[in-house]
């Protein structure tokens, strides 16, 4: 894949995890979708006012919560969504 993502905007792909209650396999239509996922791609940073550009917090590999607030795009098969940094709610560690 070679999306290079803009500004302070990060590429992630979706994480698919197995719901699992009281022994049912709930498949994924029949739940939210999720907010975790992998960090594929970083942009450059948030332009500042005075020109200079505020480092990224995130890198390529990192597994993240995002909020709703994404566009969904489809690259060769797989979805992937593009979300602004500030839209990261933390890191998975």
Known sequence: MKLK????????KPL???????GIIIPDT?????????VI???????LENGQRKAME???GDK??????RKEIK???EDYCIVSEEDVLAVIQ
């Open 16 to 22: 698919k995890e197995e719901t699992v209650k009281g």
């Open 30 to 38: 029949a739940t939210e979708k999720t907010e975790k996922g992998e």
């Open 5 to 12: 993502p803009l500004g302070d905007n990060v590429v992630v």
């Open 58 to 60: 995130l890198k390529a």
């Open 41 to 47: 791609a970083v942009g450059t940073g948030k332009l």
């Open 75 to 77: 690259i060769d098969g």
């Open 64 to 69: 993240v919560l995002y909020s709703y607030s």
